[in-house]
């Protein structure tokens, strides 16, 4: 039972962001920050975008930057906007083929058990993960730092 | 995020010898009950005998049954046991890579999630998943029930 690693990124795109809410951040500053692939980065980045997490300035000098205060971004809704698949077992799922779920007690345990947990992860939200880049030396990549620059710069 | 499916299946297994105490199952009554198919059932059945979940009763007329009460089988134990990998994230192996985990809050939070998940499944027992046998008429395969017969007979 493992997060898939598409959460996985997705969370540390969003700790990396909130790291530093003065500038925008790159693709490429943040998978040498966190030794990831930028392709697969992309896709984390594109979905982020899509839930509003992350935006992304576009254009010279431009980048991505939260979307919102970290404080407003709950960790429980991340993951559960980042799982493909919180289905816990077989009969979670409309193709299920178990045949003593019509009467089985195990759903109804495992999805309180889920639920026991996303209440756990609802409770914080990316400011309680967050981490001051100070400690952290190692993720100030050797890309430059983009500051972010007024509209009418751009 | 799912169980694997060698926990689907142990659970299954337990739930299907706990519906009737009387007698010993085969795997291959078993397989049919719940089609999956016997190769998979005999290692969820070895590892169940393994960590004393099962016992088998070898020999002919021999069969399985559960090696304790279905009361003193709690499902959180269960799952502890048949899930390989219960790192629900990169940072919970000893090989991780991730470079921000020194300081990084997110593993203690999601281990905490997952101690909320397991405080449910251990609240359950597997007499609490199960099912009478009445309930489930197409449990009851082709193949012919064997009783119980006392060692001295076998």
Redesign the interface.
Known sequence: ?????F??YS??VL?YLGTDLDRLATIAEIAL???ISENHLMKVVQELGRGQYVETIRGRGGGMRLARPAGEIV?GEVVRYT?A??????CFTPTS????QP????KA??E???T??????DS?TLA????QPS??P??AGPHPVVPIRPESER
């Open positions: 039972m493992r997060l898939n690693t959460t996985d969370l540390r700790m920050a966190h030794g960790v799982e698949d919180l289905a816990l077992a077989e083929q178990c045949r003593i009467a089985c007690q195990l345990i495992l309180e058990a889920l026991a947990m996303f209440l756990v992860l914080y309680d993960l967050l981490i400690r952290f190692w993720l």
